[in-house]
């Protein structure tokens, strides 16, 4: 340490790295050292000052020839230990060295460096003593300047590293401010990563997260938690405090926890050279991770809310638009076009549960898939089926828990799927896939289970309204059509066909089998001539009960011609097939587009009128109108 008589202090990095703390008070000069000069006295750097003076000196003195250069002289420090040494000649036993010290004499013994003479032989002294005297004066001079240019070059130094801490400071506040004004967290593990690059632009930085991360940034890697006696990074993590290591090249590695107020969100790794590191900076670069931890956390809880809000108006619109319509085929395809959109997924197949215990697919983007059949407990729908519970799977390939047909057709790795509830079971199950692996998020399985929920909701709905219509136009003992629904079919009918025809079927003397056999053999009667009719039409014709025993079937697109065979094919099997056995009359009529525009109350008074034909020419016959 230099000090001067002004108690100005400049201090020297200590060992490690570390800076000495400064002394609170100034040192008193020794006895020996005059006003206004260095003490330097006992520590190493002012023995290497003195060092580098002698040098200089002695190589001067060499250059003039200076006698005393005839002689050995040595240079001793002020506990007397020589700290420079020329021989010269052989010494002679006995002599008196000639010694001077270089900064004065104080009474009493010599407490200070000296300069001493150790003659070859007898000497004169009055001629050695002052040119000893003058060249301690003269190394005293050069040590002082030695001292100066020391402290002078100390002085620089500390003002340097002064300027680096300002520097460093300044950098570390704005990479908070930095951090702290983003809410992307993306940006945040980016900032925090450019930051230290800049701060420390030898390091190799990583940023090990806990949680997934899937931008794309190579320097950003999982955490993976090795338990080995080196791991710095699990040390970290787990201690939450910064830990240091040093590798047989002299690197430096660090691992820095990146903690927020609720938990320890990763670890920043840096490995950089020793020479370019200080012990003291840990501290500041761990209160950068911690302000990144914060920022972090805050960027994170800002995206789930906006996550949130953004899946609560998605919920709203899909749940409005869902109950736009009461058609299954049509919010089937509607949810599984927008859960499409939502999951930005490969593919997305729904499946409904049938009478039978099958999946059938309903809805799909894979057109093989259409309406293939799986048994209730076959692959990932099988496996939801049974656990009435959402599933995710990150890659297919890897873990292949079950065989699953649609993943393998598709090359999908990536699923997560749901069921479709009614109350307490299971009516389908939704499957989203991507042919990336590890694709959908924890956030994703959530969103579809919440979804999937008002997809059922909105399924029960429009199968409750299908149910209810089918029994409003539905006749409940005959399971024929409703008389309504028959004059609105025959209605639309007219508007896009050429041609049709209606057949009026009544059941001859049908009193008096009611009278006879009772009025439960008169219902099954209706139901077997309903049935007859049912299976001598097509599925596009239309059959109905028109009132009493008189049922009604409209044949689109076709001509009283064929319309009569299919007439006669229901009378024939009515009469074969009933027990008791009974007979049926038929009237027929026909409209084309030929004709003036036809009224339904016209088309059926034509064929009333038939019928009133059959029934008078004796029954049991069909008769054209």
Request: hydrophobic content about 40%.
């Amino acid at each position: 340490m230099l000090r001067m008589n002004d108690s100005t202090k400049i201090s020297e990095p200590a060992p490690g790295g570390q800076r000495a703390e400064e002394p609170k008070e100034a040192q008193q000069p020794d006895a020996w050292t005059p006003s206004g000069e260095y003490n330097l006295g006992g520590e190493p750097r002012c023995e290497d000052l003195l060092a580098q003076a002698w040098e200089s000196w002695l190589a001067e003195a060499l250059a003039v020839d200076s006698p005393l250069a005839r002689h050995t002289l040595r240079l001793s420090n002020e506990h007397g230990v020589v700290v420079a040494r020329r021989q010269s000649g052989t010494g002679s036993a006995g002599l008196r060295a000639l010694e001077e010290p270089l900064f004065g004499r104080a009474s009493g013994p010599l407490n200070g460096p000296s300069l001493a003479l150790e003659p070859s032989g007898e000497v004169d002294e009055a001629f050695y003593r002052p040119l000893l005297r003058m060249a301690a004066v003269l190394l005293r001079e050069k040590w002082e300047r030695a001292a100066e240019s020391a402290a002078v070059q100390q002085t620089i130094r500390r003002h340097r590293l002064n300027e680096r801490e300002a520097r460093r400071r300044d950098n570390l506040f704005q990479a908070a401010i930095r951090l702290n004004n983003l809410n992307d967290v993306y940006s945040v593990l980016r900032a925090l990563l450019d930051d230290v690059g800049l701060l420390y632009p030898s390091a190799n930085a990583h940023l090990f997260l806990t949680q997934d991360y899937v931008d794309g940034d190579s320097r950003i890697q999982p955490l993976l938690l090795r338990h080995t006696s080196d791991d710095l990074n699990a040390d970290a993590f787990l201690s939450g405090r910064p830990m240091t290591g040093t590798d047989a090249d002299g690197t430096i590695r660090l691992a820095i926890p990146m903690r927020g107020k609720q938990a320890v969100y990763g670890v920043l790794s840096l490995a950089l050279p020793g020479e370019d590191w200080d012990a003291p900076e840990l501290q500041s670069v761990a209160m950068l991770t911690e302000t990144a931890g914060f920022a972090f956390e805050n960027a994170k809880l800002f995206e789930q809310s906006n996550l949130l809000v953004s899946e609560l108006q998605l919920i709203n619109e899909l749940t409005k638009r869902l109950n736009q319509s009461l058609r299954l085929n049509e919010i089937f395809e509607f949810a599984m076009t927008e859960l499409l959109q939502i999951f930005k997924a490969d593919y997305c197949n729904l499946l409904q549960l049938s009478a039978d215990n099958h999946f059938r697919i309903v809805a799909s983007n894979v057109p093989a898939a259409a309406n293939e059949l799986y048994s209730a407990g076959y692959g990932f729908c099988g496996i939801v089926y049974s656990t009435k519970e959402p599933l995710i799977i990150s890659d297919y390939t890897a873990t292949r828990v079950v065989d699953s047909q649609l993943m393998d057709a598709t090359g999908s790795r990536s699923l997560i799927a749901a069921p479709v509830m009614a109350g307490t079971e299971v009516v389908g199950v939704i499957l989203v896939s991507h042919r990336v692996p590890n694709y959908f998020s924890y956030e994703n399985y959530k969103l579809l289970q919440v979804l999937s929920t008002h997809i059922g909701l909105a399924i029960s709905n429009a199968s409750l309204h299908a149910e209810v219509r089918r029994m409003v136009i539905t006749d409940n003992l005959t399971g024929l059509h409703a008389r309504h629904y028959l004059n609105e079919q025959i209605q639309l009918r007219q508007r896009k066909d050429r041609c049709g025809s209606l057949v009026l079927v009544d059941i001859d003397h049908f009193k008096r089998v009611n009278d006879t056999f009772g009025h439960l053999i008169g219902d099954s009667i209706l139901v077997i001539v309903s049935d007859v009719i049912r299976t001598s039409i097509r599925d596009s014709d239309i059959a109905a009960r028109w009132g009493g025993e008189e049922l009604a079937v409209y044949l689109p697109g076709i001509q009283s011609g064929q319309a009569y065979r299919i007439a006669e094919r229901i009378r024939s099997t009515v009469e074969a097939h009933t027990n008791p056995a009974v007979t049926v009359s038929c009237g027929l009529s026909e409209w084309t587009f030929e004709e003036e525009k036809i009224s339904v109350e016209s088309l059926f008074n034509r064929a009333d009128m038939a019928l009133y034909e059959a029934k008078k020419n004796g029954r049991n016959r069909i008769c054209v109108g």
